[in-house]
């Protein structure tokens, strides 16, 4: 059965606007997603709209101003505003369990110049919604974007089941994030006390699991790094699809996965220890050795290391560059102090020599980083 | 293995990473490191599948577990009466290296027990820094590392004390053609209690990070805390067997089990 988003644009009554990005989504979801358009008016009128929709998301614009209410006058609010009522609501019909707007995934749906002037810089809003889409992504990245909204609509109800139970038992977590109970104990206990609150609505919970957990490098890692990591050259490899194949067991499988792909760092490793090198582990080796030991043992042919590269060298690779996107053997890369809501179970975020070069007053760079990179401006040879 | 038995060193292999995890948020709070990735990493590996020691090494057969940290960056504080007097170690870090295997007990009493499951630890350290000479800028590194030395009583060499600290050694391979007025022998090979990971950063900040690490003593509970578990794991015994060891030479004059921790320790 299809899933339904509502989409609430204040361009939403001129087709031309809005279609697009319906068409685009629906397409790209093979059909198991369906958007239909609101343009918005009184709030009150927005809000019965949704609960007679019951749409199992809500992508939302955050600028109203080509809309009117009926007097003709300019909307009283915006989507930021609208968003916070649509989870005080869901908030209160959970705890009542008058549920006029149960839990649904809220997503930020705008072009990225009405985001610069009405959000940049002021983070107050972040929380409200599960996932930030830029329209212009919709029509060049459609399919991943309508992985993402897909996802989210179809393991909403799973949070919410879990949101409202009484006891957030070990077991009910394991099976939240696709694995079995004794494998949590191998986390950071720090990892999942965001999980853990009794009284969270299931939309925080959510924000929990697409922020801190999928959203940045730790425990789990993406794809592009999990590459990295194993120093293999993703755009050169054909035979990466049989790597895959065998991290199966390392790969994410709780909420949200078929739209947020994630491997578990201590699976992968696990995984290196028993099918490739039981004796060194692979931040031990450069991308040339850890290739060549996965082609050995797995019988590939068509995988390639990680070229070095003199903006960034080395040939440890463990992270990507924040900045220039290359590949980071930390030896030689530069580490930044923790940003506001970095935790200390996350990865660090690192700049290649050359980003590093090239802004060497970031503010995120530590007394120590500095006078490296001093160091080496002045000419030194070592990292 | 009884399930009871494989259930007990499951926790004892959690407790570890949990401490890893601890220890790494700290470090990473007091800025004392730049990247707590390698600690992170070397607790994910806590709980990877057990590992069998080859024909060709000791305890052949053997299973163990274990981990590694591989160069943990660590901010120092500023050293004192360095030698060359013209060093230059100003916002210095060093890198800290630690391999960590435990073998499995023979049963769930031996459980995380003592020094003697130790397969290996080995402690890297090593600290860069430089000075000029006229005009001339020359690199300079200092290096140490703590072994276990697997093979009790083979070596025809100096003795190898169970686990001992040696100064110098392979990483110094990139600086030896411009090494000046020192000579490094591979002795003295001095003994000393073993190190886990929480104890090689606690040894590394008491020494190179005085005032961070006093500071932690007064104000970071946990910290302190943290230590005290390997410390009774591991120091506990390793001293009550010397200790035992000497008291009683006249009753087992070849020393016993202290003489294979220090080869010294006998009398005939």
Not at chain 1, 107 to 128: M, P
Request: proline share 6%.
């Amino acid at each position: 059965m299809s899933k339904t988003y509502l989409l609430i644009d204040d361009e939403a009554e001129s087709a031309a606007s809005t279609e697009p990005y319906a068409e685009a989504i629906a397409e790209a979801s093979q059909g198991s997603l369906e958007v239909r358009s609101h343009r918005p008016s009184s709030i009150e009128e927005v809000l019965e709209s949704i609960a007679k929709t019951k749409p199992d998301g809500l992508l939302l614009d955050i600028a109203f101003t080509n809309a009117l209410m009926e007097d003709r006058a300019q909307l009283p609010y915006d989507g930021i505003a609208l968003a916070q009522q649509i989870r005080t609501l869901q908030t209160r019909g959970s705890r009542h369990g008058t549920a006029s707007l149960p839990e649904f995934p809220l997503v930020r749906f705008s072009k990225a110049d009405v985001v610069r002037e009405y959000v940049t810089g002021d983070t107050t809003s972040e929380d409200l919604f599960d996932e930030k889409v830029d329209k212009a992504d919709v029509i060049e990245h459609a399919e991943s974007v309508a992985k993402r909204l897909d996802c989210l609509a179809a393991d909403y109800p799973k949070v919410s089941e879990f949101a409202a139970a009484e006891d957030k038992s070990d077991n009910a977590l394991a099976q939240l994030l696709g694995q079995e109970e004794e494998f949590l104990a191998r986390l950071d206990a720090r990892t999942l006390l965001g999980l853990r609150r009794r009284d969270a609505p299931a939309h925080v919970l959510s924000r929990y699991v697409t922020g801190p957990l999928l959203g940045r490098p730790g425990p789990l890692i993406p794809e592009a790094l999990l590459a990295v990591r194993l120093g293999v050259d993703l755009a050169q490899s054909e035979d990466w699809a049989a790597i895959r194949e065998s991290l199966r067991s390392a790969s994410y499988q709780g909420v949200f996965s078929s739209g947020y792909e994630r491997w578990w760092m201590a699976l992968v490793l696990d995984w290196w220890a028993t099918q490739i090198d039981s004796e060194r582990a692979p931040f031990r080796l450069g991308a040339g050795e850890r290739v060549e030991a996965i082609k050995r043992k797995l019988g590939l042919s068509k995988v390639f290391p990680i070229a070095e590269n003199p903006y960034s060298p080395g040939a440890k690779f463990w992270h990507i560059c924040i900045a220039s996107r290359l590949p980071v053997d930390p030896a030689f890369g530069f580490p930044l102090m923790p940003e506001w809501g970095q935790e200390t179970w996350h990865d660090v975020d690192y700049l290649c020599l050359e980003e590093a070069r090239r802004d060497p007053r970031n503010a995120r760079l530590g007394r120590a980083e500095r006078a490296r990179l001093a160091k080496l401006r002045k000419g030194d040879a070592g990292a | 293995m009884t399930e009871s038995f494989r259930k007990a060193l499951d926790q004892h292999r959690n407790e570890r990473a949990q401490e890893l995890f601890d220890i790494a948020a700290i470090l990473n709070d007091l800025g004392l490191t730049p990247d707590n990735g390698p600690i992170l990493q070397a607790a994910s590996q806590c709980r990877s599948a057990y590992r069998t020691a080859g024909a060709d090494q000791p305890d052949a057969g053997r299973e163990y577990w274990g981990f590694e940290m591989a160069e943990l960056r660590v901010n120092l504080e500023n050293q004192r009466h360095l030698r060359p007097r013209s060093a230059v170690m100003e916002q210095c870090s060093a890198l800290l290296s630690v391999v960590f295997q435990e073998y499995v007990p023979e049963d769930e009493e031996g459980v995380g027990k003592s020094y003697e499951l130790l397969r290996q630890t080995s402690v890297d350290f090593q600290l860069d820094a430089y000075h000029q000479i006229e005009g001339v800028k020359h690199n300079l590194r200092a290096a140490w590392h703590i072994d276990t030395h697997l093979y009790v009583g083979t070596s025809p060499h100096g003795i190898h004390p169970r686990f001992h600290f040696q100064v110098g050694g392979e990483r110094l391979d990139d600086i030896d053609d411009s090494i000046r007025g020192v000579l490094m022998p591979e002795a003295p090979r001095m003994p000393c209690a073993p190190l886990d990971a929480i104890l090689a950063v606690d040894f590394v900040l008491a020494h190179y990070c005085g005032d961070q690490w006093h500071l932690l003593r007064d104000l970071v509970p946990s910290y302190i805390r943290l230590r005290k578990e390997p410390l009774q794991r591991y120091w506990s015994p390793y001293f009550r067997t010397l200790a035992e060891g000497i008291d009683n030479l006249d009753i087992v004059p070849g020393g016993g089990d202290a003489c294979a921790l220090i080869p010294n320790i006998f009398v005939g």
